[in-house]
């Protein structure tokens, strides 16, 4: 009788689809107190990289709409890429820049059914801030949501056309110096008509469409830049996982969606 009971006992667990809610405001989603996906409006405000091996002088730097301006996109990417897995987002880190709580590398992938991580380098999980009228919460950004965000530019190209971009001027300049200086001078002249990021980002365009290949690095930065200006876009649609149990430091809303809506 024990033996026959021991064996109806299940070894897995159901599935049970989550709640569904849409709201109206960002403070209704602030309210939610069962775990459930929801989906909202709300505008950028700014992307924040908790990096807890950063002193306090630093800190401060992982507001990256702070430093767009100071023209550190390689630092940035830097901070923003790293080596990871593909699947579950956890990054292959032993240099204590582990965020929310992860103070080590995780053996197993728990969204594999191997248990094997796949490595390529990701996106860093980071902190998307959003907000309405009514309140801010931070979204949780893991590596395939920041895909959704950056128009499903994966890390891996990123990375790559800026490691081409970074030998290709290293090249130019070792040719040609007095070529580079003179083309330096020009653009600055240029600059100096009109906004300087408008300029840069103009520059930036004509420089992709000139090429042979498509420069997702140079395309990420715009993306970046255009996200984050939160005076002037319209609201984006997120669709978030809610996790009660956690608050809304630690994770309690995960980004799964994102869209913009028609006008």
Known sequence: MVLQKRQLVKNWKVNKEMKYQECISVSLVSSLTISCKATFSASVDEIFLPLTNESDGEKDQMFIRRRLYTMEYDKIMEDLICMGCKLCGI?????????FGQSSVSLYC??????VHTLCLIYRKFMLYVWDESECIPLVVTNKSAEILFGNITAEQVYR????DKVQSSNRRNSDDGTSTQTKASAGEEASDGTPLAQEENQQLNNIKQG????????????LKMLLRHESNSPLKFTVNINSELSQENGRFELIGMTMPCI
């Open 110 to 115: 728990q969204k594999s059914s191997s248990r």
């Open 212 to 223: 042979e290949r498509t420069d997702f690095y140079k395309i990420w930065v715009i993306l």
């Open 91 to 99: 990054p292959m880190s032993t240099e204590g820049r582990n965020v």
């Open 161 to 164: 056309c800026y490691r081409d």
